[in-house]
């Protein structure tokens, strides 16, 4: 089993749901978004085009970010969810610097947007990770959580990550890789999907349609 | 842990309202997540877009005003602190009440005829899904001016709200996105601005293969997803679409490639016009006449001997033509059908004439034609539950902009024509309407299709006969007496031309009664100190406004001139019910129909109170209650009578005391499930809390006006505009006998075929008339839709922001790259944005996607007082647009467009 993410390009508007649903399902602090849409430019006037595109940790299956660490809190699962023990990590940064794709926030200082936390981030506070590297975890809370329930993870909402549930282009496909029947393997296997940068090596989980 | 998921509607957004749950934790709301119990139901299952996700923040944001205050300090202005006192809710409604009573006893209307009680609410459409029962209120009260403008209205899409309602029940015009290959879209940015729905039907369609082109100055989000961006030169859109039409009518063989049945027997086009303008009418009937080749003579439209109407040609024939106020002229003389004339008209508009002013190449033109009518599929047909209708996916969408001020009128037009020639009105895969907001029943737009006069549809409009013309405006906008499109509906006043109260009380016109301030104005989801044309002038004119009254979500730069505020209960702390589904605004289309709850989900944070009850004890204090309550048992407001054929759930007469907001609700929610289920199911409010929202079906049928038409025997008032001609006539004959020349230029706009003018002139004009040259003022000042903000109510929220940087154009102003270096200005610079009247400020934001003319704001900022919001350093353009008579267009609209200079600080 190994999940994976299929973004296809060609339904995303950049309307940042994805992002702001992300940050309310993690309770991530002020100016931490472990993924975000990418606002980008390709060509010159007049010949230029606008893309949108959506950018996380990309779960790899040979993630740089995991042999670099000093402690062994950067850590990767059987089923491929790349993913922090808060607890292990001292925020040395080396897992940042070795991510080609930028996609690990080291959360110095959990601030809230206010002078003082409102009840809903005083209620959601997640002070373990104060001071440690944090990323995009695929929602691994809420999939082992919908698969103990007998949910299938990217077809069942309360299995799936939080960004698939709430892009409101249905961009975001989730699910098992090695299943070659899941909505992602279907797509990746269509030839269609391509990953980010596959020259860094990493075998990226999440993959593109770009036209 | 004690965890719940509470149902509410979010209507943020003129686009919505969706549907989603709030996640509730020992008491306290942490997040929100899409509706999954609506999925099958709502036309994008059940998805809430980022707005909504900013609700819980709404609701514990710090920054809100947490109480009544009333204003200790009487000097008004920016740099006077107001002072404010908090007070109890007891004190503040007596304050209020009691300069309701004092209104009362001087008369509800002042001496120069106005309602002495003005009431604004913000984010056009938007208000009445938050109003609770203000609006039940207001009708008990009698008259009062909604006209006051807070920019909605005249910067919306004005001109299509207007004539779409007018050519086919379009207070907007969508796409049949689902069934439609071609898009031209002038500057149509759907994919910020509509909605959920919107954003999901074209992610499908793109899937699916919709060829998408977006003509518009700068590359918006929506430009994303096309498949080609056009630059064209701003406000020069109808010159293309001119062409267009010349392009089909003068360089392809229009028999061939045009729906000549459609045009025949859907649009007047066989109608014949007579030298004077009018059609030719039958002496005794007064129908107007068409042409039959077979007979080789005049048959009224209607007469079924005619066989062959002529849609070209020129033929000697007699009849009446019937001018301004009934005047008849007996004619025989060589008349022509309106499409001849439709075609003359065109002729001068060639590819090469609109690349020149447009910026855009005539082959680009000449391709994007060829696309249309290739896309177009004249002849196909298509089978929807049963019915087999013409089947046209192609449409052509407009933007804001386009929409809206001098040049909209144009637009409109030729955009429905396009439709018309193809026979794409109406019908799948072409342009639809989504709602009515002029024409009743406004639930759905298909039963406002009535018989009119000449085989159209009846469309009301504000009377200009000399005996009927409402000369003595009865509110600050006028729009009885001065838009007759605007006709008369509870929307109208919002529609009228709403800046002018701004311009009239600082500048009285020749023989206009004199604009006076209301002696109370309440003001709801409103800052028309940002989102009006040239503030500055808005909040000069505040200062001397006797009693505010506004309800306050946070300190903002209207509500620092209020004497009053009151804390606004919002999204996530008031209780509603309110109608979802069927065909709505932006691009809403459901295959069921219902209601939806909005509700309390948690106990407030701070001292707020309902609307409902707000309303109601309002209604107490000031002696209207039964009146009120008469009110919401006939709809107001709410839109659902309490008493039906199947149920009776009115407040009686003699009502032991003021209801509470419960109360009345409860009983809402049991004539709305009643009404929509002739009497057969009943839940009350208590069963909405838990599911809700409730659903019947809705045929995807009544997408199509096609039907309603058909079947009433009635055509579109296309392309030939003879009655708009009459009307306009009768208006400059009314004001020329008040003496009133200062509407001239507007008066001209109503031609029976709008040609082009050079629009972008009429804004270069500015510079002149403030004695500068337009030399000075290279760039055009545009804005563009954020998803983020649109509507929202929500600058203050700082998680909003956090999430919108990431989208180009927050928070800044963008600008071409290469023009930029050319001027000095790297990334980030900090720039001065100077028009004829005004300056503003932002960091420069360098782009490609930018003509090189153009620079791009996006939305409208420019705080000073909002919390937060006043730390973006966002530049805005309504710092420096005019609020101008001469920018003003016959439907009383203007423009987001503004000759600007540019220099790096």
């Known amino acids: 089993m190994r999940w994976g993410m299929v973004v296809d390009l060609r339904r995303c508007v950049g309307c940042q749901t994805c992002t702001i649903a992300c940050k309310q399902e993690h309770a991530l602090p002020a100016g931490t978004q472990w993924r975000f849409v990418a606002d980008c430019e390709v060509g010159e006037y007049p010949d230029v085009r606008r893309v949108f595109l959506p950018m996380q940790c990309m779960h790899c299956a040979e993630p740089p970010c995991v042999p670099v660490c000093p402690t062994g809190a950067s850590r990767q699962r059987e089923d491929g969810i790349v993913w922090v023990e808060y607890g292990a990590c001292v925020g040395c940064g080396y897992c940042a610097v070795s991510c080609p794709y930028h996609a690990r926030h080291l959360v110095h200082d959990a601030a809230g947007y206010f002078d003082r936390p409102t009840p809903s981030e005083a209620a959601s506070a997640r002070p373990e990770r104060h001071d440690v590297m944090t990323k995009c975890t695929f929602c691994k809370e809420r999939v082992d959580r919908g698969r103990q329930e007998g949910l299938v993870p990217g077809v069942d909402a309360a299995a799936t990550p939080m960004c698939a549930v709430a892009c409101i282009g249905g961009a975001i496909a989730f699910g098992d890789l090695d299943d070659p029947a899941s909505p992602v393997s279907v797509l990746v296997a269509a030839g269609r999907a391509a990953p980010l940068m596959p020259e860094c090596g990493t075998r990226p989980s999440v993959y593109y349609i770009v036209e | ?905």
């Open chain 2, 1 to 905: 842990m004690a965890s719940e998921r509470i149902p509410v509607y979010c209507y943020q957004c003129v686009a919505g309202p969706d549907l989603l749950k709030v996640v509730v934790e020992d008491g306290v709301a942490v997040g929100v997540e899409p509706n999954d119990d609506v999925a099958a139901e709502h036309p994008a299952g059940g998805k809430v877009c980022v707005r909504a996700y900013g609700l819980v923040q709404k609701l514990y944001n710090p920054a809100r005003i947490r109480t009544p205050m009333k204003r200790t300090n009487p000097r008004k202005g920016r740099g006077d602190d107001p002072g404010w006192a908090p007070i109890s809710w007891d004190e503040a409604l007596d304050l209020l009440a009691g300069r309701l009573t004092r209104i009362r006893e001087a008369g509800l209307v002042d001496e120069s005829g106005y309602p002495r009680l003005a009431v604004t609410f913000g984010s056009g459409g938007i208000a009445p899904a938050y109003l609770g029962t203000m609006a039940a209120f207001l009708a008990a009260w009698g008259p009062v001016d909604q006209g006051i403008g807070s920019g909605q209205g005249v910067k919306c899409y004005h001109s299509e709200h207007l004539y779409g309602e007018f050519w086919h029940r379009a207070f907007t015009v969508a796409a049949d996105t689902p069934r439609c290959e071609l898009v031209l879209s002038f500057g149509y940015n759907g994919d910020a601005s509509g909605g959920v729905t919107g954003v999901w039907r074209h992610a499908e369609a793109r899937v699916r293969g919709l060829q998408w082109v977006q003509l518009e100055p700068h590359q918006s989000v929506t430009a994303a997803g096309a498949t080609e961006w056009v630059p064209i030169r701003p406000k020069t859109d109808a010159a293309v679409l001119f062409a267009l039409l010349h392009v089909i009518l003068h360089e392809r063989d229009w028999r061939a490639v045009c729906d000549v049945d459609f045009l025949t027997r859907m649009t007047a086009s066989p109608y014949l016009v007579g030298p004077g303008g009018y059609y030719l009418r039958d002496p005794e009937t007064r129908a107007p006449l068409v042409w039959d080749l077979d007979r080789g003579r005049a048959l009224p439209f209607d007469d079924p001997r005619c066989t062959r109407p002529a849609l070209e040609g020129g033929y000697i024939a007699a009849g009446v033509e019937v001018g301004a106020d009934g005047a008849a002229r007996t004619v025989a003389d060589r008349v022509r059908p309106a499409f001849a004339l439709l075609r003359e008209h065109v002729r001068r508009y060639s590819p090469e004439w609109a690349a020149g002013v447009a910026d855009v190449p005539a082959a680009t033109i000449r391709r994007l034609a060829a696309a249309y009518l290739e896309h177009a599929r004249v002849g196909a047909t298509i089978e929807i539950d049963g019915v087999r209708y013409p089947h046209r996916p192609v449409a052509v969408l407009l933007g804001k902009t386009v929409t809206n001020g001098w040049g909209g009128y144009e637009c409109c037009w030729a955009r429905t024509v396009l439709a018309a020639l193809v026979g794409a009105l109406e019908v799948p895969g072409g342009i639809l309407g989504t709602t009515v907001r002029l024409n009743r029943p406004a639930q759905n737009r298909l039963d406002a299709v009535r018989p009119g006069p000449d085989g159209f549809m009846e469309q009301p409009l504000n009377a200009t006969a000399r005996d009927r013309w409402q000369g003595a405006p009865h509110v600050r906008n006028a729009y009885r007496t001065l838009v007759p499109l605007a006709d008369d509906s509870p929307w109208s006043a919002a529609l009228g031309p709403a800046h002018l109260p701004w311009l009239f009380m600082d500048d009285t016109p020749a023989q206009w009664p004199a604009p006076t301030v209301p002696d109370v104005w309440i003001i709801y989801r409103t800052n028309p100190a940002i989102s009006n044309w040239d503030t500055g002038r808005v909040e000069r004119m505040l200062e001397r406004f006797p009693f505010i009254a506004a309800f306050a979500y946070t300190q903002d730069e209207t509500n620092w001139y209020a004497d009053l505020l009151l804390p606004e209960a919002t999204d996530l702390e008031s209780l509603q019910l309110y109608r979802v589904g069927g065909t709505k605004y932006i691009e809403q289309y459901w295959r069921h129909t219902g209601w939806a709850i909005r509700q309390p989900v948690v106990a407030p944070p701070n001292d707020t109170r309902d609307l409902t009850d707000i309303a109601t004890e309002l209604a107490a204090r000031v002696g209207l209650l039964d009146r009120y309550l008469e009110a919401i048992n006939r709809g107001a407001g709410t839109t659902v009578p309490l008493k039906g054929p199947d149920w009776d759930v009115t407040f009686p007469a003699a009502t032991s005391g003021p209801p509470t907001s419960e109360d009345i609700w409860d009983r809402v929610c049991r004539a709305a499930t009643r009404s929509l289920t002739a009497g057969a199911v009943e839940h009350d409010l208590a069963w909405f809390r838990r599911h809700g929202a409730f659903f019947v079906p809705f045929p995807e049928t009544r997408y199509y006006l096609h039907g309603a038409m058909v079947a009433r025997g009635l055509r579109y008032e296309l392309p030939y505009q003879e009655r708009i001609m009459r009307v306009g006539a009768e208006l400059a004959a009314r004001l020329r006998e008040r003496g009133i020349t200062w509407w001239d230029a507007q008066l001209d706009e109503y031609q029976p075929l709008p040609g082009w003018r050079d629009f972008p002139a009429i804004w270069r004009g500015t510079a002149s008339a403030a004695g500068r040259t337009p030399a000075e003022f290279p760039f055009w000042l545009l804005t563009s839709r954020s998803m983020q903000y649109s509507w929202g109510s929500n600058v203050s929220l700082p998680i909003l922001a956090d999430v919108a940087r990431n989208v180009r154009g927050h928070f800044g102003v963008m600008l071409n790259r290469g023009v930029a270096r050319g001027l000095g200005i790297a990334e980030g610079d900090l720039v001065e944005i100077a028009s004829p009247t005004g300056r503003t400020r932002g960091r420069a934001i360098l782009r490609e996607g930018v003509r090189p003319d153009v620079a791009v704001a996006l939305q409208q900022f420019g705080h000073w007082a909002t919390p937060f919001a006043r730390e973006l350093g966002m530049p805005s353009l309504n710092e420096v647009a005019s609020m101008d008579l001469a920018l003003t267009d016959a439907t009383g609209s203007g423009a987001d467009l503004v000759p600007v200079a540019i220099r790096r600080m």
